[in-house]
T-cell receptor, first 115, second 115 residues
Framework: DVKVTQSSRYLVKRTGEKVFLECVQD?????MFWYRQDPGLGLRLIYF???????EKGDIPEGYSVSREKKERFSLILESASTNQTSMYLC??????????????FGPGTRLTVT | AQKVTQAQTEISVVEKEDVTLDCVYE???????LFWYKQPPSGELVFLIR??????QNEISGRYSWNFQKSTSSFNFTITASQVVDSAVYFC????????????FGTGTRLQVFP
């Protein structure tokens, strides 16, 4: 079974703090993704990585950065957390698509509250 | 531009009723993939099905069935004889041939099944 784990289920941080969200997958997938989920907005892609040290901006990258030093680990960084970054953060992984598109496998999510 | 619309924000049914969740998509590609995911209260998205644009055959898996109609750009999901455990948020998603690694999600439909 594919396993995607996230470092925390719940996190409370103060405005201005630097926040690290960690994601690890155990299936040797090339692709990893960070989404945020907000009511009425569905899932929005923040960043995407298709290989170690490679990254690509998603739809809403502002205020976030990412790091992928090892294939299995993809970190999301909030350089200076703000209250509008209070959200559910979901990590996902998938194999590289060749002929067809593969489903993404998701972690349990981290509910981040910034006060 | 690609887009996925789930017009039903929330649906409530009583156990054993049948329920259909609508999904309408927009894409310029002739080759694309459609997905359904389930997000139970625990938070983790669970993959349900993937279809490619060349396969319009409807699919049935137990109480679940999917109706793919290219003529109306729809990929609807029906649960027959709903159960309380079906209560979840359901997401429809699209990926395109030129960008098969990325998924574009709809805003989701929350289904509540009451006993």
């Amino acid at each position: 079974d594919v396993k995607v784990t996230q470092s925390s289920r719940y996190l409370v941080k103060r405005t201005g703090e630097k926040v690290f969200l960690e994601c690890v997958q155990d299936m040797d997938h090339e692709n990893m993704f960070w989404y945020r989920q907000d009511p009425g907005l569905g899932l929005r892609l923040i960043y995407f990585s298709y290989d170690v040290k490679m990254k690509e901006k998603g739809d809403i990258p502002e205020g976030y950065s990412v790091s992928r030093e090892k294939k299995e680990r993809f970190s999301l960084i909030l350089e200076s957390a703000s209250t509008n970054q209070t959200s559910m953060y979901l990590c996902a992984s998938s194999p590289t698509a060749t002929v067809l598109s593969y489903e993404q496998y998701f972690g349990p999510g981290t509910r981040l509250t910034v006060t | 531009a690609q887009k996925v619309t789930q017009a039903q924000t929330e649906i409530s049914v009583v156990e054993k009723e049948d329920v259909t969740l609508d999904c309408v998509y927009e894409t310029r590609d002739t080759t694309y993939y459609l997905f359904w995911y389930k997000q139970p209260p625990s938070g983790e998205l669970v993959f349900l099905i993937r279809r490619n644009s060349f396969d319009e055959q409807n699919e049935i898996s137990g109480r679940y069935s999917w109706n793919f109609q290219k003529s109306t750009s729809s990929f609807n999901f029906t649960i027959t004889a709903s159960q309380v455990v079906d209560s979840a948020v359901y997401f429809c998603a699209l990926s395109e041939a030129l960008n098969t690694d990325k998924l574009i999600f709809g805003t989701g439909t929350r289904l509540q099944v009451f006993p």
